[in-house]
């Protein structure tokens, strides 16, 4: 047990996460904040018979994840905002050809450059819509190293049951805190196996046919079955299609494969939500300083609570309307501009009644900050 | 096993024009494969997109149908988790050198053992004729209507210098010569660059005034000689054919497993 105690980076909570959820191939490029992956699984996977490669770019890095997926490993890439926004191109493809991969986004401050040190959480939206065309995507975050452990964990096996690329958005801050760390025993956590096709050699195999339960077995490349990958719309053999029919098809399969599984997908906590009056909504690191807060005020019988949101994408609409129904002021606490906001404004009977707390200038918001959005939407003067 | 066991002949007749080298290339590629009794379910052909990745939907392996620039990216991450394939991947002008240009020069400096084939049409075919960074200077393009002032790359010199360990150059007149090419390029243990000289009479041919497919493939006979002939010698100016550069270097995925060997070992003692 002695051993399974770490005190650790979040990064290294992410390397593992996905240690434990079976990674054995990793590609990546250098950049700040999301470094650290990089290098714990450059000297962790050889050790259990994986590969890691650092790529000459970021969009090379996305496609070698890609081509190793298909040969049946799990993969996972990390990178920051400016490598996010390279990396969009080949998630795209990866929706497209439904290729199970994880990409950690350790988000930073944007756009361009931005703020490579310093704490964002501008990327909400570009990892839902980076990528051009019609699609879905499954977003996770986590506040916490331990939940940074599950969650990444998450992120493999579901990546895995719908056949999707998974998007870890991490920030900054909880990339590089380092906190406490228990690593659970083998079996402790689910580990979702690839699910791989049990027909023979002979056997017509068809890549793209879902079962009655919505998942598609795979093949591995070097395998019985010879198949084709397009980025194109393609038929349930994998070959291009310009059918409208396919076309309509595949689009639908592509998003209700993860929209219509909203309730196996959404990942969230609640902190003091029982009749709490006054509701957070928040997520990654600024959830911590929001759950300070709410801590805070129950000890003074305040009725404050925090709706911490760990998937982002698809986004519960229908969990928050549910939780925010009887609050008198909903406060989505973020560092961006409003972005996880215009999703609850979009989700609560009231929206008149969803305010955003923020703070978008590298800083990490505090629960002060929290404190004077509360004093103005209280009525109480700045 | 005969040529046509290597096609998923339904999607046949291909789309390529009336004329076009690639058709060639692919015979000559499957030809290769034939002879060295590669099993189908041990290549990856692995794909860009252009005319000449079309040729992965064709053939009978595991087919990967990339995106534009990107064959070479994601053929190293296929060929890292399983070095026993055979990773093959053929490419256009345009998709190998100007957006997959990084790409190309980065996987023969790490000499991982992937075969790369550049069907070298000098254009960008399948979107209509515009100039590739192949063209060269003084030729007419859907995008270069007062002729082209690019100067191109050489292939040949540009895989030399980024430490590719097998480099041919041959063209679809010399089909057998091709498939030759081909073979050591695949058995080669290394990043290995087969530069095939296509013709494209639909989009170059006309806009430049080479006339039809047999007019071009004459050229291809013409303009070129072999490395070491006389006729070589004599005139310079004509292209060189045959192999470059034939080296063992350490292979990449040879080299990993290496890694994983010590990796282990360290961490059991």
């Known amino acids: 047990m002695k051993n399974k105690i770490r005190f650790v980076q979040g990064n290294e909570a992410c390397v593992e996460g996905a240690m434990y959820a079976g990674i054995d191939f990793f590609a990546g490029y250098p950049i700040t904040p999301s470094t650290e992956i990089m290098e714990h699984l450059a000297s962790r996977l050889p050790e259990s018979g994986g590969r890691f490669i650092q790529m000459e770019d970021e969009i090379s890095s996305m496609c070698a994840v890609i081509g190793a997926s298909l040969t049946g490993r799990k993969s996972m890439t990390a990178t920051s905002g400016p490598g996010f926004s390279l990396k969009q191109e080949a998630i795209g493809y990866a929706c497209m050809a439904e290729i199970p991969c994880v990409i950690a986004n350790v988000q930073r401050g944007g756009p361009s450059t931005g703020n490579p040190t310093h704490v964002s959480q501008g990327d909400v939206n570009q990892a839902r819509w980076g990528t051009h065309g019609d699609h879905s995507i499954i977003a996770l975050t986590a506040s916490n190293h331990q939940d940074v452990f599950q969650i990444t964990v998450d992120a493999f096996n579901m990546a895995e049951t719908y056949r999707t690329p998974v998007i870890l958005l991490l920030d900054e801050a909880v990339g590089h805190m380092r906190e406490k760390l228990i690593i659970p025993e083998a079996g402790e956590l689910d580990v979702v196996s690839r699910l791989r096709t049990s027909l023979g050699r002979d056997v017509d195999y068809h890549p793209y046919l879902p079962r009655e339960d919505g998942r598609l077995p795979m093949s591995d490349f070097g395998g019985e079955h010879k198949f084709n990958v397009t980025g194109l719309f393609h038929d349930m053999w994998g070959f291009p299609s310009n059918n409208p029919k396919v076309i309509r098809g595949l689009l639908r399969h592509l998003t209700d494969k993860i929209e219509n599984n909203i309730q196996s997908i959404t990942r969230y906590k609640e902190h003091y939500l029982d009749d709490a009056e006054y509701i957070m909504v928040s997520y990654g690191s600024s959830a911590r300083s929001a759950i300070h807060l709410a801590k805070e005020r129950r000890a003074r019988g305040e009725k404050m609570g925090v709706l911490e949101l760990q998937s982002i994408w698809p986004f519960p609409a229908g969990l928050v309307r549910e939780k925010c129904a009887d609050a008198q002021a909903v406060l989505v606490v973020e560092m961006n501009m409003g972005q996880v906001f215009a999703q609850v404004k979009a989700a609560v009977k009231k929206p008149s009644r969803v305010f955003l707390g923020n703070r978008i200038d590298g800083k990490l918001i505090t629960p002060t900050d929290i404190k004077t959005y509360f004093r103005v939407l209280q009525g109480r003067g700045v | ?269």
Request: with cysteine; proline share 3%; aromatic share 8%.
């Open chain 2, 1 to 269: 096993m005969a040529v046509k066991d290597y096609l998923r002949q339904r999607f046949f007749p291909h789309m390529w024009c009336p004329g076009c080298g690639h058709g060639t290339i692919l015979n000559s590629l499957l030809r290769a494969i034939e002879e060295l009794g590669l099993e189908k379910n041990k290549i990856v052909m692995t794909s860009g997109i252009g005319c000449s990745s079309r040729i992965s939907g064709y053939v009978d392996f595991h087919s990967l149908h990339t995106m534009h620039g990107r064959a070479l990216a994601c053929a190293t991450g296929v060929k890292l988790s399983r070095p026993h394939l055979n990773v093959i991947v053929p490419m256009g002008d345009g998709d190998a050198l100007a957006i997959g240009g990084n790409h190309f020069i980065h996987a023969a400096r790490r000499n991982i053992d992937i075969t790369a084939i550049v069907m070298n049409n000098r254009i960008y075919g399948m979107t209509g004729g515009q100039f590739s960074p192949l063209s060269g200077t003084n030729i007419k393009a859907t995008t270069a209507p007062y002729k082209t002032i690019d100067q191109e790359f050489d292939v040949v010199q540009l895989a030399i210098a980024a430490g590719a360990t097998f480099v041919a150059r041959s063209t679809a007149f010399h089909a057998k010569e091709s498939t030759d090419v081909l073979k050591k390029a695949i058995q080669h243990k290394g990043f290995s660059v087969v530069e095939i000289l296509s013709q494209c009479p639909t989009h170059y041919g006309r806009k430049n005034k080479e006339g039809d497919a047999v007019s071009m493939l004459e050229l291809h006979k013409t303009n070129t000689a072999k490395l070491g002939s006389k006729a070589l010698e004599k005139n310079p100016g004509l292209t060189a054919r045959g192999i470059f550069v034939d080296l063992e270097k350490p292979e990449y995925c040879a080299e990993y497993d290496k890694i994983i060997a010590f990796a282990m070992k360290e961490k059991v003692s």
